[in-house]
T-cell receptor, first 113, second 112 residues
Framework: KAGVTQTPRYLIKTRGQQVTLSCSPI?????VSWYQQTPGQGLQFLFEYFSETQRNKGNFPGRFSGRQFSNSRSEMNVSTLELGDSALYLC????????????FGDGTRLSIL | AQSVTQPDIHITVSEGASLELRCNYS??????LFWYVQSPGQGLQLLLK??????LVQGIKGFEAEFKRSQSSFNLRKPSVHWSDAAEYFC??????????FGTGTSLTVIP
């Protein structure tokens, strides 16, 4: 059974650009949640999607958005990138919404120059 | 507002010694509590969880944690640490709105 797959693994962008990250959950899992991990702030919840609907949202500005497709794959978009957006972005999948994240991907390392 | 505090940024223990990682939470209701481990080059893995009932929960890899409501704590323990336990450990809480909050993590070094 394939695990949670995140692409790309690494990204380098400059300030003001936008970026899209992708997450494919474990087969059969319908919930995908996203997290930002930085040395200073630790792991912070971004949002959760289930059945193509955003179920929960963390305390991030509107520049951070996401969506989920009918096959449960999810994308996260960050617009007008800032230096502080440099982080490891993790996604996790679960069978159902409102449960703890069960399986995490290896993350996408985003660096803003 | 709910929050999770892990007071120890870094802990070093000798292989074979016992381990306790501290976690304190701030939450009005009975929380759902979790411990995750993040090993170098590997993703986050769920070690154990507490929802209700027995306050001592067993997890994978020989870990256990005890929920103490009076102290708002959910400390992680292991009787005998192995070198492979060296990793970053995160405590987390989920509120009734199903939002997830992680602590800032404790980095564990195991010396032979």
């Amino acid at each position: 059974k394939a695990g949670v797959t995140q692409t790309p693994r690494y990204l380098i962008k400059t300030r003001g650009q936008q970026v899209t990250l992708s997450c494919s959950p474990i087969s059969g899992h319908r919930s995908v949640s996203w997290y930002q991990q930085t040395p200073g702030q630790g792991l912070q919840f971004l949002f959760e999607y289930f059945s193509e609907t955003q179920r929960n949202k963390g305390n991030f500005p509107g520049r951070f958005s996401g969506r989920q497709f009918s096959n449960s794959r999810s994308e996260m978009n960050v617009s007008t990138l800032e230096l502080g957006d440099s982080a490891l972005y993790l996604c996790a999948s679960s069978l159902a919404a409102g449960t703890q994240p069960q399986h995490f991907g290896d993350g996408t390392r985003l660096s803003i120059l | 507002a709910q929050s999770v505090t892990q007071p120890d940024i870094h802990i070093t223990v000798s292989e074979g010694a016992s381990l306790e990682l501290r976690c304190n939470y701030s939450y009005g209701a009975t929380p759902y509590l979790f411990w995750y481990v993040q090993s170098p080059g590997q993703g986050l893995q769920l070690l154990l969880k507490y929802f209700s009932g027995d306050t001592l929960v067993q997890g994978i890899k020989g870990f256990e944690a005890e929920f103490k409501r009076s102290q708002s704590s959910f400390n992680l323990r292991k009787p005998s640490v192995h070198w492979s336990d060296a990793a970053e450990y995160f405590c987390a809480v989920m509120n009734t709105g199903n939002q997830f909050y992680f602590g800032t993590g404790t980095s564990l070094t195991v010396i032979p």
